[in-house]
């Protein structure tokens, strides 16, 4: 099946590596705000609950996944 | 930070029901499965080159990290909120914490000598079969306003409890009456009564 816009100019984007790392250290800091907000939430109001523990360790694990494979993409780029 | 009295301790929570959670929650999970179909389909219908240096498949892999991240963060936002709204009822009072945004929360308190009345209204097929519906207690006082909490988890469940600790707590403070054992006609005049705690 052809491309229904084939017709269209095609446009492309140029991407460069520092700019993807300046926007990952800029992600970082608004991530780490947000964090330290919810974990300053969770453990003065959360009265020490046992299901603020596990999402507080959940959320932290999944994170630091989620920014390695950030990071390993940006390395390989 | 709650500060109970000493002694007081927590018997129940009450919280929204987790449905109500899981609708945001399922919307977050179909934004986040949604950029690569949307990215598959545009670069299909438009001619689109992606980008003048390195690999595409790596820029790709780190937009859509950011993307997940977005959401994990958003998702944890809206967890907060629904997870630190709650009530608490302890052996004397009920404490509600109102959570209405990260940086505005309300917190008041009830004795269970000032409720009036439980209500409970549960509203169709499926608040019936997960068990959730509306609570408010209502106050004696004219100062204070009533509890409100909407789509609560096991409502009927709550009224029982609230009642019981409502019934203890009476009979634990019951006046009762000194009778006058020695003679010296003191404790009993009328309006001589010591209250038991």
């Known amino acids: ?77 | 930070m709650l500060h109970l009295d000493p002694g007081e301790k927590i018997v129940h929570e009450v919280r929204k029901h987790w449905f109500v959670f899981f609708a945001y929650g399922f919307f977050l999970g179909i934004a986040a499965i949604l950029p690569p179909i949307l990215f598959e389909v545009f670069i299909y219908l438009v001619p689109f080159r992606l980008p003048t240096e390195g690999s595409i498949g790596a820029l790709g892999m780190f937009a859509y990290m950011i993307w997940l991240l977005t959401i994990w963060i958003a998702f944890f936002v809206q967890w907060t909120n629904y997870y630190l709204d709650v009530w608490h009822v302890t052996q004397k009072r009920i404490i509600d914490v109102e959570q209405k945004s990260l940086f505005h929360r309300e917190i008041s308190t009830i004795r269970f000598d000032k409720i009036q009345d439980i209500t409970v209204e549960v509203r169709g097929f499926l608040a019936t079969f997960l068990d959730i519906g509306d609570i408010r207690v209502q106050t004696a006082s004219e100062n204070s306003k009533d509890f409100f909490m909407r789509s609560a988890s096991r409502p009927e469940q709550v009224r029982r409890i609230v009642f019981a600790q409502h019934n203890w707590e009476s009979e634990r403070s019951r006046p009762v009456r000194v009778v006058d054992k020695d003679g010296d006609g003191y404790a009993d005049q009328p309006g001589n009564t010591e209250t038991e705690k």
Do not use: C
């Open chain 1, 1 to 77: 099946m052809q491309q229904p816009f084939k017709d269209l100019p095609t446009f492309s984007v140029s991407v460069g590596k520092s700019a993807l790392w300046i926007i990952l250290i800029v992600f970082f800091i608004g991530y780490a705000t947000i964090s330290a907000i919810l974990i300053y939430h969770w453990r003065k109001y959360g009265m020490s609950n046992g299901n603020i523990l596990i999402a507080e360790s959940l959320f932290l694990t999944v994170s630091v996944i989620l920014f390695g494979i950030a990071f390993f993409a940006l390395t390989i780029f």
